[in-house]
Protein backbone atom coordinates (compact mmCIF):
# COMPACT_ATOMS: atom_id res chain seq x y z
CA UNK A 1 0.00 0.00 0.00
CA UNK A 2 1.13 3.12 -0.13
CA UNK A 3 0.24 6.36 1.83
CA UNK A 4 -1.30 9.56 0.74
CA UNK A 5 0.63 12.56 1.59
CA UNK A 6 -0.73 14.64 3.92
CA UNK A 7 -0.27 17.49 2.04
CA UNK A 8 -2.76 15.51 -0.17
CA UNK A 9 -3.32 13.57 2.93
CA UNK A 10 -3.41 10.66 1.58
CA UNK A 11 -3.32 8.78 4.21
CA UNK A 12 -2.34 6.87 7.32
CA UNK A 13 -5.55 6.32 8.14
CA UNK A 14 -7.15 5.17 11.71
CA UNK A 15 -10.14 4.39 13.92
CA UNK A 16 -10.98 5.19 17.34
CA UNK A 17 -13.02 2.86 19.60
CA UNK A 18 -12.51 0.67 23.05
CA UNK A 19 -11.77 -2.63 20.81
CA UNK A 20 -13.46 -6.10 21.46
CA UNK A 21 -10.54 -8.77 20.82
CA UNK A 22 -11.88 -11.78 19.01
CA UNK A 23 -9.56 -14.49 17.01
CA UNK A 24 -12.44 -14.65 13.79
CA UNK A 25 -12.21 -16.84 11.10
CA UNK A 26 -12.14 -13.66 8.91
CA UNK A 27 -8.21 -13.59 10.23
CA UNK A 28 -7.14 -16.94 8.28
CA UNK A 29 -8.96 -15.71 4.72
CA UNK A 30 -6.22 -13.60 4.19
CA UNK A 31 -2.97 -12.45 4.38
CA UNK A 32 -1.53 -9.36 5.85
CA UNK A 33 -0.07 -8.85 2.43
CA UNK A 34 -3.40 -9.40 0.49
CA UNK A 35 -5.34 -6.86 2.85
CA UNK A 36 -2.94 -4.21 2.46
CA UNK A 37 -3.85 -4.77 -1.23
CA UNK A 38 -7.13 -4.58 -1.41
CA UNK A 39 -6.40 -1.41 0.66
CA UNK A 40 -4.08 0.31 -1.79
CA UNK A 41 -7.27 -0.72 -4.59
CA UNK A 42 -9.33 2.12 -2.61
CA UNK A 43 -6.79 4.48 -2.47
CA UNK A 44 -5.50 4.53 -5.84
CA UNK A 45 -6.31 6.78 -8.50
CA UNK A 46 -5.05 8.51 -11.79
CA UNK A 47 -5.29 12.23 -10.69
CA UNK A 48 -7.75 14.03 -7.76
CA UNK A 49 -8.53 17.35 -6.52
CA UNK A 50 -10.52 18.07 -3.43
CA UNK A 51 -11.05 21.03 -0.82
CA UNK A 52 -9.73 20.57 2.32
CA UNK A 53 -9.66 22.03 6.46
CA UNK A 54 -7.11 21.62 8.72
CA UNK A 55 -8.04 22.06 12.39
CA UNK A 56 -5.18 22.06 14.75
CA UNK A 57 -5.84 22.26 18.52
CA UNK A 58 -2.65 23.68 20.63
CA UNK A 59 -4.50 23.37 23.26
CA UNK A 60 -4.95 27.02 24.43
CA UNK A 61 -6.11 27.84 20.62
CA UNK A 62 -7.20 26.14 17.29
CA UNK A 63 -6.02 26.93 14.38
CA UNK A 64 -8.18 26.76 11.03
CA UNK A 65 -6.25 25.92 7.97
CA UNK A 66 -7.98 26.08 4.25
CA UNK A 67 -6.72 24.71 0.52
CA UNK A 68 -7.31 23.14 -2.46
CA UNK A 69 -5.60 20.04 -3.73
CA UNK A 70 -4.84 18.89 -6.66
CA UNK A 71 -2.79 15.19 -6.58
CA UNK A 72 -1.64 12.87 -9.63
CA UNK A 73 -1.14 9.02 -8.37
CA UNK A 74 0.47 9.22 -5.00
CA UNK A 75 3.98 10.76 -6.07
CA UNK A 76 2.76 14.67 -7.27
CA UNK A 77 0.81 17.24 -5.74
CA UNK A 78 -0.02 20.34 -5.50
CA UNK A 79 -1.38 22.46 -2.72
CA UNK A 80 -2.83 26.30 -1.89
CA UNK A 81 -3.79 27.24 1.22
CA UNK A 82 -6.77 29.66 1.16
CA UNK A 83 -7.50 30.96 4.78
CA UNK A 84 -6.54 34.73 5.15
CA UNK A 85 -3.84 33.85 7.52
CA UNK A 86 -2.27 31.92 4.73
CA UNK A 87 -3.79 32.93 1.71
CA UNK A 88 -1.16 31.86 -1.12
CA UNK A 89 0.89 29.49 0.63
CA UNK A 90 1.80 26.78 -1.45
CA UNK A 91 3.55 23.05 -1.37
CA UNK A 92 5.13 20.91 -4.63
CA UNK A 93 5.46 17.36 -4.11
CA UNK A 94 6.98 15.09 -6.36
CA UNK A 95 8.22 11.95 -5.55
CA UNK A 96 10.32 12.63 -2.66
CA UNK A 97 11.01 15.92 -2.90
CA UNK A 98 8.80 18.76 -1.21
CA UNK A 99 8.52 22.74 -1.65
CA UNK A 100 6.97 25.55 -0.11
CA UNK A 101 6.28 29.25 -1.37
CA UNK A 102 6.14 32.08 0.34
CA UNK A 103 4.13 34.87 -1.35
CA UNK A 104 4.89 37.86 0.53
CA UNK A 105 8.44 37.41 0.14
CA UNK A 106 8.04 35.13 -2.97
CA UNK A 107 10.20 33.18 -2.36
CA UNK A 108 10.51 29.07 -2.75
CA UNK A 109 12.09 26.40 -0.44
CA UNK A 110 12.96 23.47 -0.46
CA UNK A 111 12.23 21.19 2.66
CA UNK A 112 14.90 19.10 3.79
CA UNK A 113 17.07 17.96 6.75
CA UNK A 114 16.29 19.17 9.85
CA UNK A 115 12.95 21.02 8.33
CA UNK A 116 11.46 17.34 7.56
CA UNK A 117 10.88 16.15 11.50
CA UNK A 118 8.68 19.70 12.20
CA UNK A 119 4.80 19.57 11.55
CA UNK A 120 3.24 20.69 8.47
CA UNK A 121 1.58 24.27 8.92
CA UNK A 122 2.17 23.63 13.04
CA UNK A 123 0.12 20.42 12.57
CA UNK A 124 0.80 17.18 13.90
CA UNK A 125 2.25 15.70 10.57
CA UNK A 126 5.08 16.26 9.93
CA UNK A 127 6.98 16.83 6.36
CA UNK A 128 8.80 13.13 6.67
CA UNK A 129 5.35 11.81 7.23
CA UNK A 130 4.03 13.76 4.21
CA UNK A 131 6.95 12.02 2.16
CA UNK A 132 6.30 8.83 2.40
CA UNK A 133 5.55 6.81 -0.32
CA UNK A 134 6.22 3.46 -1.57
CA UNK A 135 4.71 -0.01 -1.42
CA UNK A 136 4.18 -0.54 2.01
CA UNK A 137 5.23 -4.34 1.41
CA UNK A 138 8.25 -3.08 0.34
CA UNK A 139 9.46 -2.16 3.84
CA UNK A 140 7.57 -4.00 5.89
CA UNK A 141 7.15 -7.59 6.94
CA UNK A 142 2.96 -7.76 7.74
CA UNK A 143 1.45 -9.79 9.58
CA UNK A 144 -1.94 -10.70 10.81
CA UNK A 145 -2.83 -10.61 14.55
CA UNK A 146 -6.35 -11.52 14.63
CA UNK A 147 -9.85 -9.44 14.21
CA UNK A 148 -11.46 -6.87 16.52
CA UNK A 149 -14.21 -4.50 16.66
CA UNK A 150 -14.38 -0.92 16.77
CA UNK A 151 -17.38 1.29 16.35
CA UNK A 152 -19.27 -1.87 15.63
CA UNK A 153 -16.96 -2.86 12.53
CA UNK A 154 -15.41 -5.59 12.32
CA UNK A 155 -11.51 -5.32 11.39
CA UNK A 156 -8.19 -7.09 10.99
CA UNK A 157 -5.79 -6.23 12.98
CA UNK A 158 -2.28 -5.97 11.21
CA UNK A 159 1.42 -6.16 13.19
CA UNK A 160 3.89 -4.70 10.92
CA UNK A 161 7.37 -4.60 11.38
CA UNK A 162 10.25 -2.76 9.57
CA UNK A 163 12.73 -4.41 7.38
CA UNK A 164 14.18 -1.59 6.19
CA UNK A 165 16.04 1.33 7.99
CA UNK A 166 14.47 3.99 5.78
CA UNK A 167 11.29 3.84 7.64
CA UNK A 168 10.20 6.61 9.69
CA UNK A 169 8.73 4.11 12.01
CA UNK A 170 10.11 0.90 13.23
CA UNK A 171 7.01 -0.81 13.82
CA UNK A 172 2.90 0.23 13.20
CA UNK A 173 -0.40 -1.55 14.11
CA UNK A 174 -3.30 -1.24 11.33
CA UNK A 175 -7.10 -1.69 12.06
CA UNK A 176 -8.52 -2.94 8.63
CA UNK A 177 -12.18 -2.60 7.82
CA UNK A 178 -12.99 -5.86 7.13
CA UNK A 179 -15.44 -5.43 4.76
CA UNK A 180 -14.97 -2.23 3.08
CA UNK A 181 -11.12 -2.16 3.55
CA UNK A 182 -10.21 1.08 4.37
CA UNK A 183 -7.71 0.75 7.65
CA UNK A 184 -9.62 2.68 10.56
CA UNK A 185 -6.71 3.17 12.91
CA UNK A 186 -3.05 3.40 12.73
CA UNK A 187 -0.34 3.50 15.75
CA UNK A 188 3.29 4.11 14.73
CA UNK A 189 6.12 3.27 17.18
CA UNK A 190 10.07 3.68 17.83
CA UNK A 191 11.82 1.12 18.12
CA UNK A 192 11.87 1.28 22.14
CA UNK A 193 8.45 0.36 21.70
CA UNK A 194 7.11 4.13 22.11
CA UNK A 195 3.53 5.04 20.90
CA UNK A 196 4.65 7.86 18.92
CA UNK A 197 1.29 9.08 16.92
CA UNK A 198 -2.38 7.75 16.48
CA UNK A 199 -4.54 8.05 13.44
CA UNK A 200 -8.27 7.54 13.82
CA UNK A 201 -10.47 8.06 10.69
CA UNK A 202 -13.67 9.91 11.96
CA UNK A 203 -15.36 9.70 8.25
CA UNK A 204 -15.97 6.92 5.80
CA UNK A 205 -17.55 7.47 2.31
CA UNK A 206 -18.27 5.51 -0.78
CA UNK A 207 -17.78 6.79 -4.53
CA UNK A 208 -18.55 4.39 -6.66
CA UNK A 209 -17.35 1.06 -5.80
CA UNK A 210 -14.55 2.53 -3.66
CA UNK A 211 -14.79 3.59 0.13
CA UNK A 212 -12.82 6.47 0.60
CA UNK A 213 -11.76 7.93 4.10
CA UNK A 214 -12.48 12.40 3.91
CA UNK A 215 -11.92 12.73 8.05
CA UNK A 216 -8.92 12.03 9.56
CA UNK A 217 -7.75 13.10 12.86
CA UNK A 218 -3.87 12.70 13.76
CA UNK A 219 -2.33 12.80 17.23
CA UNK A 220 1.54 13.39 17.48
CA UNK A 221 2.02 11.78 21.19
CA UNK A 222 5.16 13.77 21.76
CA UNK A 223 3.36 16.92 21.62
CA UNK A 224 0.61 19.19 23.86
CA UNK A 225 -2.28 19.77 22.17
CA UNK A 226 -5.38 17.91 21.35
CA UNK A 227 -4.40 16.69 17.61
CA UNK A 228 -5.19 17.81 13.95
CA UNK A 229 -8.33 17.06 12.49
CA UNK A 230 -8.12 17.25 8.85
CA UNK A 231 -11.56 16.72 6.48
CA UNK A 232 -11.73 16.78 2.55
CA UNK A 233 -14.35 17.74 0.93
CA UNK A 234 -16.04 18.53 -3.31
CA UNK A 235 -13.60 15.52 -3.89
CA UNK A 236 -13.39 14.77 -7.36
CA UNK A 237 -11.24 11.88 -9.25
CA UNK A 238 -9.84 11.53 -12.63
CA UNK A 239 -10.00 15.13 -13.03
CA UNK A 240 -7.92 16.70 -15.78
CA UNK A 241 -4.97 18.81 -15.00
CA UNK A 242 -2.42 21.00 -16.87
CA UNK A 243 0.70 19.70 -18.19
CA UNK A 244 2.96 22.11 -15.66
CA UNK A 245 0.68 21.55 -13.12
CA UNK A 246 3.26 20.08 -10.90
CA UNK A 247 6.36 22.07 -11.61
CA UNK A 248 8.26 24.82 -9.51
CA UNK A 249 7.13 27.94 -12.42
CA UNK A 250 3.49 26.78 -11.52
CA UNK A 251 4.54 26.96 -7.82
CA UNK A 252 5.83 30.38 -7.52
CA UNK A 253 3.43 31.71 -10.78
Known amino acids: MKRFLIVSFILIIAGAASPVIAQASLAGSLTGPQIMDKVDANNSFTTMAYVGTMEID ?22 EFTNPEDR ?41 DALESGAITDKYDISVLGTETLNDRRCYVLDLNAKVRTVNYERQKFWVDAERFVVLRNEMYAKSGRLLKESTALEVKQFGSRWFTTKVKMEDKLKKGGGTVFTMRDIKFGVSLPADMFSLQRLSR
Open 88 to 128: GVRYLKVDKNLWMYFPAEQETIRISGHLLKEGMMGSDVSYE
Open 58 to 79: LGRRVLLKEMRTVAEGMDKSFV
